[in-house]
């Protein structure tokens, strides 16, 4: 069976790009081709100008934990452990200086400074998703994946949790790939990618760069 058929296309640095399409187009199955999670049959992903596609696994573990990061629709916190300290957690796998100072900075950026010290299970749906959120930005990632980040959260914290996302994409120039069956949150990016069957059937720009090639082109 195919998912992806001859899709290829390039993402600059510090784009935020969504994509969006109707269930099995293949959206999560190409991030996890980028991530290095799958293998394609054929093709290749290219990462700063690496080849995921013929990294080892250990090439691959350092390219995630150095370059990438990871917001899912299931927020994937450790249970046993509070709001800073599973931010703490990959930061201390990778070696960082002093993780504790740039735990307390992301949690206030997330606006969850007063929940440090709270479990997982003492914290709301949009909570906990803002301490993920946090924690896909401890390592400084240049490129940030999110699978359907809203998708477990009533429209108000989903809104919170896209806007933060898009604070911290523009703030730190990361590059945000966005899945999302979300079409007004879609809709924001700078650049739009829509799959059906495998296949990008459309790719273009958001709706805020299409306001904005409007007023420049009525100067």
Known sequence: MTILDSVSFSIPDGQFISISGPSGSGKSTL?????????PTSGKIVIDG???????????????STKLGFVFQSF???????????????????GIANPMARAKELLEEVDLSARAHHYPSQLSGGEQQRVAVARAFANQPSILLADEPTGNLDSRNGHHVFDLMVELNRKHKTTLILVTHDRELAALADRQVFLR???VVADQAGTQ????????ASK
């Not at 991030?31 to 293998?39: M, R, S, T, V």
């Open 209 to 216: 760069n299409k306001v904005s090639d409007s007023v420049e």
């Open 197 to 199: 069957d495998g296949q």
């Open 31 to 39: 991030l996890g081709l980028i991530a290095g999670l799958d293998l």
């Open 76 to 94: 994937h916190l450790i249970p046993s452990l509070t709001a800073i300290e599973n931010i703490l957690v990959p930061m201390e796998i990778a």
């Open 50 to 64: 690496m080849s995921v596609t013929e990294m080892t696994e250990d090439a691959l573990s350092e390219l995630r």
